[in-house]
């Protein structure tokens, strides 16, 4: 990894650490560098504007203090088209275009040198992704599950009955390709796992959900985690 790359990173680390911090130890460990140079590596960022506070003795560490104006946000040529990758090969998940559309805006504030060297490197990067659901479909299944609002469905299941269900979303799962709406339906009285691609129809109501947590679903497989899980 290159310094400017760790320091970013290094800096994302620090974030996410929240007021828990991190020990230098841990943060060399992390990026395969003595301690020595994690030290280094902050003072730089220091130097640079960046928030750093620091804490002595035992169970110290390093953070990024919370609130403060922090530098605007910089990507790497690689970094940008890794992000433009990922949602244009998962053009069918949640959310998938409020992604699409974060991308746009942190391209557009990219130093012309860096968008550049993006543009050309993502040339080199060709994604043939599955068609996604109607965007009717999508934009109600992502609403019913922000607000947590219960949504009616039309639902075509694997043998071809279609019925009208109520239900409560509790969570959106991916696996085998295929994504799923889950969550308690009022007409089975029962945790349903819905494939988006059979939904005909989806509209959210007004009634709230009665509160049914994650795990209610069960455990998710040793390969399965939350996306926040992923991006520490």
Sequence with gaps: MKRAERLQALSEMLRRSGSRGCS????????GVSVRTVK??????ESSGAPIWSRPGPGGGYGMAIGASLPPVSLTPAQAVALMAAVSAASDAPFA?????GIRKIMDVLDPRTRARADALADRV??????APSRAIRSALEEAMADQRVVRLRYTAGDGTTTARDVEPVLFASTNGQWYLVGWCRLRD?????AVSRIERAS????PCAGHAVDEVGEPPATASPVHGRLR
Excluded: I
């Design 97 to 101: 275009d409020l992604a699409a559309a």
């Design 24 to 31: 230098a130890e841990r943060l060399a460990r992390e990026f």
């Design 40 to 45: 280094r590596d902050l003072a730089a960022l």
């Design 126 to 131: 060709w994604v043939d992704a599955l068609p």
């Design 204 to 207: 959210v109501t007004t009634t």
């Design 190 to 194: 029962a945790m349903r796992w819905f």
